[in-house]
């Protein structure tokens, strides 16, 4: 018995959708990677002119206790 025209029809039309919609799931992953990493940069880069801008002593503090803090984060 074979399977009438219009079934194999919706089969096919499923399979095509189903490849549109695993790229544009590709595609929406890539964006949000690269807004993510954006927002980082954006982030790190306000962090650092927060730090240049204060004077040199708190600087080097400030600096040294984050050091520690981050030595202390790998132990």
């Not at 074979?2 to 079934?7: D, L, S, Y």
């Not at 890539?30 to 927060?50: F, K, T």
Request: net charge positive; charged share 30%.
């Amino acid at each position: 018995m074979a399977i009438p025209v219009h079934f194999r029809n919706m089969t096919w039309r499923v399979n095509e959708a189903s490849k549109r919609v695993a790229a544009n799931h590709e595609i929406q992953r890539a964006i949000i990677r690269g807004q993510n990493r954006r927002q980082l940069q954006v982030e790190r880069s306000v962090i650092q002119s927060r730090i240049y801008r204060m004077h040199p002593g708190v600087r080097k503090v400030f600096l040294a206790s984050r050091l520690e803090k981050l030595k202390k984060q790998l132990n």
